[in-house]
């Protein structure tokens, strides 16, 4: 009944777990040559490979660039995964480690280069490296150790926020130039009851607003006994305003003063 | 679906609902009761469902699902801080989901321990050694055969 959309396995690899977080390769090529990403015809030895060999460290490299994310992937998907549960669990050679080596998250800078299906795909390989921490995470308070390396976590959390902001940069300038309209969830400016100016996001309903009875006993005008109040208001914002400004000029004054007195000396 | 998203009315008509990237975060955890081998325990957000819980793992980690069924944890908001404020801890929504096929889990030892040889003359080991001289220290008298300190002599 709920459908979600979810393209292919191939995030699933431990290389998309890899990718997830290492954006600046460390190490050199050496690591790298177990998986080459540009030749198709390495499938075979891969699929015997990619069970033993558990890349630590980036494999986006500079050679790279050109080729898209799904390109590099598709070399060597593997049709064989079939880990299943195991992935809500960190590699085995990781467990009972107190640290975990994990590379730099994704910047926007580096997000907003690639296309939308591979943002979609990096999104669920960021889910489920989430996952899988957040079980460790657990397990760690339940064992009452620490957790290794919980810095992974807001790695995590940073890079799909920062992935979310580009999708939505790009959806704002989509629906900005198909229909012309700045906001998604359309909205009004209204005074509530106290005479504040508010924007007001509207809501779906599926009745008018003239039979909505909890609607109704919300007031969306300001009566004029509230006007000196409003008045009173404007006075001390406008108070507090001058009272800032007076304040930053007396703490430029004492710091030229204090500096001033300094340079004086030497 | 996400969390913290308003879903648009649906109406008689109206097309499927789709949200791409989904904002939900499944956690599992170590039954503390005993389930039976093809049960698997989660923590997943409140406003997840059954029929979520069975599209997410079947989905997005391929494992076959056969049933699964949720509970909300109340947890304590009696708990005080120190400015005598009650503090809550947050509910969260289980799931025990049992695998189809005729599959089992197991929870594994995911910090196992390990013994790590310290290098000779080091100040790791010269705290080890002293760990251990301690419990030997606090250890009863083994003469004594397990009676303990009470019995005077």
Known sequence: ?????????????????????????????????????????????????????????????????????????????????????????????????????????????QLRTKSSEDLHKLWYVLLKEKNMLLTVEQEAKRQRVQMPSPERLKKIER???????????????????????????????????????????????PIPWYLNRRYKRKRFFTQIFVDSFIRLRIESHLHSKILKKKADLE??????????????RT | MARRVIYPLYQLGNPQLRIFRTNFFMTLVKPGKEQPPDTVQFRIPMEMTKCDVKNYLEKIYSVPVGAVRTRIQYCTNKKRNHLSQRV????????????????????????????????????????????????QRQKADPRRGGVTEWFGL
């Open chain 1, 251 to 264: 703490n430029k004054r004492k710091l030229q003063e204090k500096f001033s007195r300094l340079s004086a």
């Open chain 1, 159 to 205: 890079s799909m926020k920062r992935l979310d902001t580009i999708v939505q940069e790009r959806e704002n300038a989509l629906r900005l130039l198909q229909t012309g309209q700045e906001r998604a969830r359309p909205g009004t400016w209204r005074k509530d009851f106290l005479g504040r100016t508010f924007w007001y996001r509207f809501k779906e309903y």
């Open chain 2, 88 to 135: 809550k801890r947050p509910d969260y929504k289980v799931a025990y989901v049992q695998l189809a096929q005729q599959q089992t889990f197991q929870f594994p030892e995911i910090f196992p321990q390990k013994d790590t040889a310290y290098e000779p003359g080091s100040v790791e080991e010269m705290q080890d050694q002293f760990m251990q001289d301690e419990q």
């Open chain 1, 1 to 109: 009944m709920l459908g979600m959309m979810y393209c292919s396995k191939m995030a699933a690899t431990s290389t998309g777990r890899a990718l997830s977080l290492c954006r600046q390769f460390q190490k050199s090529l050496s690591i790298s040559t177990a998986l080459p990403l540009q030749h198709t015809n390495v499938l075979t030895s891969c699929k015997a490979q990619l069970s033993t060999f558990r890349p630590k460290f980036c494999l986006l490299h500079i050679n790279n660039v050109g080729t898209s994310l799904a390109q590099q992937c598709r070399a060597l998907h593997a049709s064989q995964w079939r880990r299943g549960l195991e992935e809500f669990f960190d590699e085995t050679p990781n467990w009972g480690e107190p640290t975990v080596k994990s590379g730099a998250p994704w910047t926007a800078k």
